[in-house]
């Protein structure tokens, strides 16, 4: 059978443009995605807050490189980020996102 492919993206902030260029010609099965700044205003740039995690979902979909139900998970999630693990839950959830734990397993 084929490969599965996950995109598993720790410590990256917003990618440059020759990272989306190989990105949007992938087939991305399931992402695993950082979301160290949560909802600070953090101007550090080697991490997401969840309005970049939200773009960078919207441009995978947009260029095709994933699909709108694939399993898509947040990791990396500091306490800067002024969100717990639950409200973090419900502001990304309406996205189809769900926030990684400590021995979750998914299948892809």
Do not use: M
Request: proline share 3%; net charge negative.
């Amino acid at each position: 059978g084929q490969g599965k492919t996950l995109l598993y993206g720790t410590d990256t902030g917003w990618w440059d443009e020759p990272t989306w260029e190989y990105l949007c010609g992938c087939k991305i099965d399931a992402v695993i995605l950082e979301c160290g700044k949560g909802d600070s205003a953090s101007t550090y740039d080697g991490h997401l807050n969840i309005d970049e995690v939200f773009r960078v979902k919207n441009r995978l979909h947009d260029c095709g490189a994933i699909a709108t139900d694939i399993p898509f998970y947040l990791t990396h999630i500091a306490h800067t980020g002024l969100l717990l693990h639950k409200p973090l839950q419900e502001r990304v959830a309406s996205q189809g996102i769900s926030v990684a734990y400590d021995g979750l397993q998914i299948t892809v």
